[in-house]
């Protein structure tokens, strides 16, 4: 009866978190395009500038989250009340730490954003209070929410995150919606969105109440939160990659090159959080057999694992690199697409960065749950230092497709590092990624020189950009699956099939 519990309970979070991811993709597409049409790509650049100046003040956290969370397990396991309520205490003063700091931090950067980048054409009243607006959500997450969501995270609730999370999602698409559309003032439609995150501390204070027993005057004990430092660098050097390149163009460009950025941007996201969902759900199996010290079997699992995840990001990333462009040219409209969206060549790069990205996750899993957090750092920094250097020095060359360059080289550089890191943990041969990365890279071309050559897009609207998108994906999985059929192991997969058919596969059993 227990362990169908769990299984309902294991259900009902994957649902809720993929429903959430799809609701954030939404969401993420219909704000700026509403943006971009009442206010103007100028706008929408100042938004995502100012947001990402903002989100710096995240680098304080430095892994807390997900260490007060992994802290939880046990004492919530032996319902230890006393341990519980002190680390919710130490959790909940700390996030309010960074809460202050980042209120300062918010005024600080309303004063001197508009001072040091008043090449734009906003006046300063206008970017000062847009500032302010636009903090938010974030002083309400850190200085209420984020203590009771590790809580509620560690106790298997993530259904409560995920619902109340898309509750506000869909709440500030109707409120941005109905804002333009009774008094379109860009202050007023990020107020109204922001305040709805009320509804997350309010919401989660309800359940831990009616839930647990928190002692709110337990007492604060800092060595609870001492190994965040361990994944510190890996934080830094992950901001930095997601975080940069606005910076850098915000500095360096204009906002509507930002606005390009952060349209194009959209498209990567959607991918990797989809992508990442699954990924969620396939890696716990890997880790549990890296547990079990069971090498042969976690070689051979991380062998079919690698093929598959590979295989469906570049089945992804092949797609995308066709359709991107266009889609962006429906997104924004064509007179906005031919004022400054154009821009095949940076889709290209951001997508192949994306899939490079993308393509070393299951080896920085494997690192994770073998605990060589110390071992990434130079790794990391390295990365970090590449994607900034390189931007800065092209985005003065060639702009937009500059940073994009930067981030593809910094991508490529921990890409090898962590196929050969593998190799020291699991005694893997890298020859084995390279062999199915690179059929998989010539499956990619192929099928792109077939598409472009044969099957152009012209003429697009919504209905052909569907159509054509059907028409790539046949061709393209025709072509990877004779790809998979060169790369996999055939007698393993003969193995598999006859087990399938008799019945008896399981994890345990299969060798």
């Not at 994957?14 to 943006?35: E, H, M």
């Not at 918010?106 to 008043?118: C, D, E, G, Q």
């Not at 009616?210 to 965040?228: A, G, V």
């Not at 159509?467 to 699956?481: A, C, D, E, P, R």
Request: proline share 2%; with cysteine.
């Amino acid at each position: 009866m227990e362990v169908n519990k769990m299984k309902k309970v294991t259900l009902i979070n994957i649902i809720s978190s993929v429903l959430l991811q799809i609701f954030t993709i939404i969401y993420g597409f219909i704000i700026p395009k509403i943006i971009i049409d009442y206010f103007g790509s100028e706008v929408n650049g100042l938004v995502s500038s100012i947001t990402q100046f903002l989100s710096y003040i995240s680098l304080l956290e430095g892994g807390v989250t997900a260490v007060i969370i992994a802290k939880l397990y046990k004492p919530l396991v032996e319902n230890d009340n006393k341990k519980i309520s002190s680390i919710i205490v130490t959790a909940n003063k700390f996030y309010k730490k960074i809460g202050i700091c980042f209120i300062v931090y918010s005024i600080i950067l309303a004063f001197l954003y508009p001072i040091v980048f008043n090449k734009f054409n906003f006046d300063y009243i206008y970017v000062f209070s847009l500032t302010l607006i636009l903090s938010i959500s974030l002083v309400i997450q850190y200085m209420l929410s984020l203590g009771i969501k590790c809580l509620l995270s560690a106790d298997k609730k993530i259904y409560i995150v995920s619902f109340t999370q898309t509750i506000i999602i869909i709440l500030n698409i109707f409120l941005a919606i109905i804002s333009v559309k009774i008094y379109p003032n860009i202050h007023i439609f990020k107020f109204l969105t922001g305040i709805t995150y009320f509804m997350q501390p309010i919401i989660f204070n309800i359940v831990v109440q009616k839930r647990y027993k928190i002692n709110k005057k337990s007492k604060y004990d800092t060595s609870l939160i001492e190994d965040r430092w361990n994944g510190f660098a890996n934080n830094i050097a992950y901001f930095i990659h997601t975080s940069t390149d606005i910076s850098i163009l915000t500095i360096f460009t204009n906002l509507v090159t930002v606005s390009v950025y952060s349209v194009y941007s959209l498209v990567t996201s959607g991918i990797k959080s989809l992508i990442g969902a699954i990924n969620n759900g396939i890696f716990p199996t890997i880790g549990q057999l890296y547990a079990k010290g069971n090498k042969d079997k976690l070689n051979e699992k991380f062998d079919l694992y690698e093929i598959v995840y590979l295989s469906i990001v570049f089945f992804v990333a092949t797609i995308t690199i066709l359709l991107i462009t266009p889609f962006v040219e429906i997104y924004v409209g064509s007179k906005q697409f031919i004022l400054g969206y154009n821009q095949p060549l940076f889709g290209i790069i951001i997508v192949i960065a994306t899939l490079l990205d993308l393509a070393k996750i299951p080896h920085v899993n494997l690192s994770y749950s073998a605990n060589k957090f110390k071992e990434l750092t130079v790794p990391c920094f390295i990365e970090a230092f590449i994607n900034i250097t390189v931007s800065i020095v092209l985005v003065k060359k060639i702009g937009l497709v500059g940073v994009a360059v930067g981030t593809l080289i910094a991508m490529l550089y921990r890409l090898f590092y962590q196929v050969s890191f593998t190799e020291k943990i699991i005694c893997r041969k890298k020859n084995k990624f390279w062999k199915t990365f690179i059929v998989l890279s010539l499956s990619s071309i192929i099928s792109l020189f077939l598409c472009y050559k044969f099957i152009p897009i012209k003429n697009i609207s919504v209905i052909k950009w569907v159509l054509y998108g059907l028409v790539y994906s046949i061709i393209t999985l025709l072509v990877f699956l004779i790809s998979l059929f060169i790369i996999i192991d055939k007698k393993k997969i003969k193995k598999l099939f006859l087990k399938l058919k008799k019945g008896k596969i399981n994890d345990e059993k299969f060798n």
